[in-house]
C-alpha cells in the first residue's frame, strides 16, 4: 500500500509508463548536463519541430556510466551484470560486511511509493516507485554514534561500460546524504517501478531515491554504502562545485549558472504544454526542518 505524504500524489498524477519509459520528446541544445534538452525553449525556437519516432526515442536517461548521449544507457546497460549483485557495508556500523542484495534486503517491508521526480535539467515527471526505507536499512546494519553522513558508491564494469572508458568523469560515481536526510521516512532505496524490478538503464537493481532532490543525487546501481563522520565526496560536486552543491535540493529561487530553476516541463504533458512552476524542497515541505536556520543560497 503506497505511504501518503502532504504533497497527496496519487495513482492519477503518475507519468504514464509509456512515456516514462519512452522519454525523448525533443532534440535540443546540451551544456555538460544536457541542459534543457526536454525544456520548453526548443519548442519556442521551432514550433514544426517534432518528436521522433518512438524506435529512436526510447530509454532516454542519464547513467554516464554508459555513455553522454540520452540514449546510451538504453543501448548499452543490457550488458551490466545484475546477477549475482553484493552490497558492502562499513564505515561506522556495527554490524559491516559483503551482503548479497536479498540478505540486505532481507525482513524489510516493500512499499509503493509515488513520487515526484526532478532533474537540475528542468525536466519532471512522477514515478511509482518500489523499495525500502534507507532508514530501516541503516537500522538494521547498527549506526555508531559517530556518525553523521552516509556515503554512496555505484558499480564500476568497465567492459560494459563505455562511459567509464571515456574519461570524462572520474568514477566510481559516489554520492552522500546528512544522516538526518538519509534516515527521513521520504529517502527510499528502491529496487522496482510500476511493480517490476528495475530497468538496468534506471539504476538496477538497487538505487537511491530522495525526491526533493535533484535527480542527480538519487544514485544508481550501488555496491557499496558507508557511515562516516565526514562529508563525502560527490560525483557532479567536485567535478563543477559552483554548479553542483553537495545538497542540490529542488529550490525555484537558486538558478543553476546556465539556466532558471523556477519553472520546469512535466514529461507526458505534451510537446508545447506550458512550463510549471517548482517548488521548493520539489513539494516535501516535511523535509524543511532538516535544513532550519541553513543558508541554502550559500548550501546549494
Not at 524506435?55 to 554516464?64: A, D, P, V, W
Not at 546510451?72 to 542484495?101: F, H, I, N, Q
Not at 564500476?156 to 561500460?161: A, L, S, W, Y
Not at 538503464?201 to 535527480?215: C, E, H, S, T
Amino acid at each position: 500500500m503506497a505511504r501518503r505524504w502532504s504533497n497527496d500524489l496519487t495513482w492519477a498524477d503518475v507519468t504514464p509508463r509509456d512515456t516514462y519509459l519512452n522519454r525523448r520528446q525533443i532534440m535540443a541544445g546540451a551544456g555538460a548536463m544536457g541542459a534543457l534538452s526536454l525544456g520548453g525553449a526548443a519548442a519556442a525556437q521551432d514550433a514544426a519541430l517534432e518528436p521522433n519516432t518512438l524506435e529512436e526515442i526510447r530509454g532516454y536517461n542519464n547513467f554516464y556510466e554508459f555513455g553522454y548521449d540520452k540514449e546510451d544507457p538504453a543501448r548499452y546497460a543490457g550488458e551490466m551484470r545484475v546477477d549475482p549483485w553484493s552490497v558492502k557495508v562499513d564505515g561506522l556500523v556495527d554490524r559491516p560486511g559483503d551482503y548479497a542484495l536479498a540478505d540486505l534486503l532481507a525482513g524489510l517491508e516493500t512499499e509503493e511509493r509515488i513520487y515526484r521526480h526532478r532533474c537540475v535539467e528542468g525536466w519532471s515527471m512522477v514515478i511509482p516507485w518500489n523499495g525500502v526505507e534507507l532508514a530501516d536499512l541503516l537500522a538494521k546494519v547498527g549506526v555508531q554514534p559517530a556518525a553523521k553522513f552516509v556515503a554512496f558508491e555505484t558499480a564500476v564494469q568497465p567492459e560494459v561500460m563505455p562511459g567509464v572508458r571515456a574519461g570524462v568523469l572520474e568514477f566510481p560515481y559516489v554520492e552522500g546524504l546528512r544522516l538526518d536526510e538519509a534516515t527521513h521516512p521520504l529517502t527510499l532505496l528502491a529496487t522496482g517501478i510500476y511493480g517490476e524490478p528495475l530497468a538496468n538503464q534506471n539504476g538496477a537493481p538497487i538505487r537511491l531515491v530522495v525526491p526533493w532532490k535533484y535527480g542527480f543525487k538519487s544514485i544508481k546501481s550501488i555496491v557499496r554504502i558507508s557511515l562516516v563522520e565526514e562529508q563525502p565526496p560527490a560525483t557532479w560536486n567536485l567535478t563543477n562545485p559552483n554548479e553542483y552543491g553537495f545538497y542540490s535540493n529542488v529550490n525555484p529561487t537558486v538558478d543553476h549558472p546556465r539556466w532558471s530553476q523556477a519553472t520546469e516541463r512535466k514529461i507526458g504533458g505534451g510537446l508545447f504544454a506550458s512550463r510549471q512552476p517548482t517548488l521548493m524542497f520539489n513539494g516535501y515541505d516535511e523535509v524543511a526542518s532538516l535544513y532550519e536556520g541553513m543558508d541554502l543560497v550559500e548550501n546549494f
